[in-house]
């Protein structure tokens, strides 16, 4: 079983709409969660960290269930430039922990 | 401010051949990171430096070797390239590790013949 695992997509958005996904992880033990956005095989960039009690940037929403081990990703209001791929990232759990990458979920925002 | 620079952007090499893929940060981070990312998989990371002078192996190190440098510079080495070596190479670091994110550059696109 992968530790990181996404649903590869692609998630077809019409602009506007509102659109979510979600991460499962594997290890209990992980303190750190992160989604990243990849553009066409460009350089994964951080997108935003998420936090415990959830947290929001402007139209993104992230959320994590520890009980449940996932982390979801919701944008409101899709825009054209949102389309990407959509990187989970959960580090390791240890004192230091190196981070794992989930293999993207990709999404589509049409016009 | 840089970031994270890598070079070469592009290289092809024949098999066998070997080489160096430099990366350099400017954030003043402790830990460095290569990875390289095939189609439809995930980042798989090859080495990584926890601090200036370790280095330990990742997912994925057989064939390759790393330096780290000084604080900032970490390098890649193929020593003799193989097909399956083929890839898109990120270099990444972070303040520490563990709970911080990292910091990628624009990758190098490697292909062996």
């Known amino acids: 079983r992968k530790e990181v695992e996404q649903d590869p997509g692609p998630f077809n958005v019409p602009e506007g709409a509102t659109v979510a996904f979600n991460c499962t992880y594997s290890n209990s033990a992980s303190q750190s969660f992160f989604w990243y956005r990849q553009d066409c095989r460009k350089e994964p960039k951080l997108l935003m960290s998420?936090?415990?009690s959830g947290n929001e940037d402007g139209r993104f929403t992230a959320q994590l269930n520890r009980a449940s081990q996932y982390i979801s990703l919701l944008i409101r209001d899709s825009k054209l430039s949102d389309s990407a791929t959509y990187l989970c990232v959960v580090n390791e759990g240890t004192s230091w922990g190196k981070l794992q990458f989930g293999a993207g979920t990709q999404v589509v925002v049409t016009p | 401010n840089a970031g994270v620079t890598q070079t070469p952007k592009f290289q092809v090499l024949k098999t066998g051949q070997s080489m160096t893929l430099q990366c350099a940060q400017d954030?003043?981070?402790?830990?460095m990171y290569w990875y390289r990312q095939d189609p439809g998989m995930g980042l798989r990371l090859i080495y990584y430096?926890?601090?200036?002078?370790?280095?330990d192996k990742g997912e994925v190190p057989n064939g390759y070797n790393v330096s780290r440098l000084n604080k900032r510079e970490f390098s890649l080495r193929l020593e003799s390239a193989a097909p399956s070596q083929t890839s898109v190479y990120f270099c990444?670091?972070?303040?520490?590790?563990?709970?911080?994110?990292?910091?990628f550059g624009d990758g190098t696109r490697l292909s062996i013949l």
């Open positions: 954030m003043n981070h402790n830990s």
């Open positions: 430096s926890a601090s200036e002078g370790t280095t």
């Open positions: 998420v936090y415990s």
């Open positions: 990444a670091s972070s303040e520490d590790g563990g709970v911080n994110p990292q910091h």
